[in-house]
């Protein structure tokens, strides 16, 4: 997906400019237009952080046009999960289709290097996951977790929190947050 015309699209719908977006998100209009040329490309802590300016959530976001039908699948593949990867972060969402969701599902991927950004991000609700390959840094708080293959997590997600992967390997996790605003 091209992430800066993805926003661009988004923005003009909603009828902002980019000086407004910028003031919202509380970021400057030159972060807004750069993202929109797709001259930088966000971490996940910054594109969070734009588009509660809107206001959106990440799932928002990445979804096109999901399903609200009825006969919602039970069963997903890998190739039907909704992308949500921003950079080196990759982020899959299971059951795209499901158009009442309350949790949000996902299998991430955080490569060597990889981290969700700088900023620790804040939202309402709940986090858990299980680290199924790899090793990666969590922080909470002012506290840093290294979590290694076997561990788990499960937090309030109102405490700033961070992702990381300074490792020279990749790590997996498979996780859930609440509500799925993500």
């Given amino acids: 997906m091209d992430v800066g015309e993805r926003l661009k699209v988004i923005r003009k719908q909603k009828?902002?400019?980019?000086?407004?977006?910028?003031?919202?998100?509380g970021v400057t209009n030159s972060t807004i237009s750069m993202i929109e040329k797709n001259s930088?490309?966000?971490?996940?802590?910054?594109?969070?952080?734009?588009?509660?300016?809107?206001?959106?959530?990440?799932?928002e976001f990445?979804?096109?046009?999901?399903?609200?039908?009825?006969?919602?699948?039970?069963?997903?593949?890998?190739d039907e999960f909704m992308d949500l990867s921003v950079n080196?972060?990759?982020?899959?969402?299971?059951?795209?289709?499901?158009?009442?969701?309350?949790?949000?599902?996902?299998?991430e991927t955080y490569e060597p290097g990889s981290d969700t950004g700088t900023d620790l991000y804040?939202?309402?609700?709940?986090?858990?996951?299980l680290v199924v390959s790899g090793?990666?840094?969590?922080?909470?708080?002012?506290?840093?977790?290294?979590?290694?293959t076997g561990d788990a997590y499960y937090f309030d997600s109102t405490r700033p929190h961070r992702f990381r992967n300074p490792f020279s390997e990749p790590c997996q996790i498979?996780?859930?947050t609440t509500p799925a605003n993500f």
Avoid: N, W
């Avoid at 009828?15 to 998100?25: P, V």
């Avoid at 090793?135 to 290694?148: A, D, H, Q």
């Fill in 15 to 25: 009828g902002l400019s980019q000086r407004e977006l910028a003031k919202r998100a």
């Fill in 174 to 176: 498979v996780s859930a």
């Fill in 88 to 107: 080196e972060v990759s982020m899959k969402l299971v059951g795209k289709a499901y158009g009442r969701r309350a949790l949000a599902f996902m299998i």
């Fill in 135 to 148: 090793r990666f840094e969590l922080t909470v708080g002012t506290e840093v977790y290294e979590l290694k």
């Fill in 62 to 78: 990445f979804a096109e046009d999901t399903e609200t039908d009825a006969s919602q699948p039970v069963i997903y593949s890998p």
């Fill in 40 to 59: 930088v490309s966000p971490s996940v802590g910054s594109l969070k952080k734009v588009l509660q300016g809107i206001p959106m959530s990440l799932v």
């Fill in 122 to 129: 804040v939202h309402e609700g709940e986090e858990a996951g």
